[in-house]
């Protein structure tokens, strides 16, 4: 029997939506890790996978039975401007794999050599990025975010030069599809009507099938993404996390987050944060996420125009009121979420100043975006021994009272039973994100020391994000001063 049972639908496209491409052998593949559960879910053998045999073809030295390694094209704006030419550069989609729950999966090799898309550059990565997407991607899934995610993890004893020479590495990365908004403009730029008519019909059928089914599929596949994104971006919002590269490439229609390149956790609030060292602008700030992706889905829409509708101008109008939801339907998904967060059963109108209050408090104070949303699941349920709260790492300052007053009148009045309350505070405010400290450390020691302990220990308790223990304090605790991370960096 075949170790993983593909079923490549995107290699049926036709040829001009990719380029047949082998992954370029390496030196010494070496195991770092495999995602047990993630590969009991795509049904692929777990003996393999952690044999010699898997190894070598999560490094690129054998391509498995069923494989058909493709690198597909797309275009994007990247920081606001549109480059029509671009496409996987270090990353070969091995093929599709229908998993256990019926779904399926795209399974791609990064860092495996280079494309006819490489661009100048060499089509790999060293070991750091290859942690820090398995870690960050990994995390997120753990907290409930849509993602892409890591299947596997080898070195390939090969060197790889950057500012200074590094270890190399592959990931093996799952989505439930790699197609982007940017796959979309690829072929709107070309004018090529008949390539953006049988992409659609590829996502409907693959992600949308019920758009299938309305009238107007494509509208519906439309809105389909919208809406995804909008509860996507949400979720992001209401964990502080900070995406810092949200080109149009690097957002996919399925709605997960990909692209952990310049990505971060924030650690104390400011809505203004940025980390990634390419964007001086501030473009893709925490708080300009929302407002990003909505501009980013109107090139979606616009994209569509053509298979919109035969009259042009209702094409227009209708992509103009699908985008115009967008804004409401992030608001509902962030109000959802922020209610989860103080223990209500709704926000209604009259806990705006409660919710603004709040951020505006915390951006005064800095206070520590994850740890301050933990310590109120502490406060409502009275949670205060040292074993299983957080107030030894964190406690509100004075100036915060008032408005916890004001906070616990308003649960008070809640119509939510204390237990759910409990349950679902702390589901949603996690206590263990991958804190940008703790990821560093991790790829220093793997780079530097060839120890690969500190990324195994930080993945585990990143696995349990919602449950705290005090032995494990040191993974929930926000950076000293000379720990701080100010900076990402696009992980090429
Ligand atoms: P990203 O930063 O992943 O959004 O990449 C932007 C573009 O640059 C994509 O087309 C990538 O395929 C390409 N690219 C990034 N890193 C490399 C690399 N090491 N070798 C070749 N192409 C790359
Ligand atoms: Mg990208």
Excluded at 126 to 153: C, D, F, I, K, Q
Excluded at 203 to 212: F, L
Excluded at 230 to 244: E, S
Aim: aromatic share 8%.
């Amino acid at each position: 029997m075949n170790p993983i049972a593909f079923d490549n639908s995107y290699a049926r496209l036709p040829e001009r939506f990719y380029a047949h491409q082998a992954p370029e052998p390496v030196a010494a593949p070496g195991p770092i890790r495999v995602n047990q559960a993630l590969a009991a879910v795509l049904g692929i053998d777990l003996v393999w996978l952690n044999s010699a045999a898997g190894t070598a073809v999560v490094a690129g030295n054998a391509t498995p039975p069923g494989a058909d390694p493709i690198a597909t094209v797309y275009a994007g704006h990247q920081f606001g401007g549109f480059n029509p030419q671009l496409g996987d550069g270090r990353a070969i989609l091995l093929g599709e794999v229908v998993a256990r729950d019926g779904q399926r999966y795209d399974l791609q090799l990064k860092g495996s050599g280079p494309t006819p898309w490489s661009r100048g550059g060499d089509g790999r990565s060293p070991l750091g990025p290859v942690l820090r997407e398995y870690l960050v991607s990994e995390a997120m899934y753990h907290l409930g975010v849509p993602t892409t995610r890591a299947l596997a993890a080898v070195t390939t004893g090969d060197v790889v030069a950057r500012d200074r020479f590094l270890p190399g590495a592959v990931l093996a990365r799952v989505a439930s599809s790699h197609i982007r908004i940017g796959t979309f403009q690829y072929y709107a730029a070309r004018k090529d009507r008949e390539a953006l008519q049988l992409l659609a019909d590829h996502v409907i059928e693959r992600h949308y099938p019920e758009a299938g089914n309305r009238d107007n599929p494509v509208l519906a596949l439309l809105e389909g993404v919208i809406s995804r994104q909008a509860r996507l971006i949400a979720q992001w919002q209401l964990l502080g996390f900070i995406h810092g590269v949200m080109n149009t490439d690097n957002m996919l229609v399925c709605g997960e987050t990909i692209d952990y390149g310049p990505c971060a956790f924030m650690d104390a609030f400011n809505p203004e944060q940025v980390y990634s060292s390419i964007d001086h602008g501030g473009r893709y700030a925490y708080r300009s996420q929302p407002g990003i992706a909505h501009w980013n889905l109107s090139c979606l829409a616009q994209a569509l125009l053509p298979i919109l509708d035969g009259d042009p101008d209702r094409a227009v109008a209708q992509a103009q009121k699908a985008i115009d939801a967008f804004p409401e339907q992030f608001l509902q998904a962030n109000a959802q979420g922020m209610a989860r967060k103080l223990g209500l059963a709704e926000i209604g109108e009259q806990d705006t100043a409660l919710v603004e209050d709040l951020w505006q408090l915390m951006a005064q104070h800095q206070l520590d975006f994850t740890l301050a949303f933990r310590r109120l699941a502490d406060l409502a349920h009275e949670r205060d021994e040292a074993g299983s709260c957080v107030s030894a790492l964190f406690e509100f300052p004075d100036a915060l009272h008032p408005w916890l007053d004001h906070w616990r009148a308003r649960i008070a009045q809640d119509a939510l039973p204390g237990d759910m309350r409990q349950a679902m505070m702390d589901r949603a405010n996690p206590v263990f994100i991958p804190r940008n400290h703790l990821v560093e450390a991790a790829i220093a020691a793997a780079t530097d020391g060839d120890d690969f302990a500190v990324f195994h220990r930080l993945m585990d308790v990143l696995e349990s994000p919602h449950t705290y223990r005090a032995d494990l304090a040191l993974f929930a605790t926000p950076p000293q001063p000379e720990q701080i991370v100010r900076q990402t960096f696009c992980g090429t």
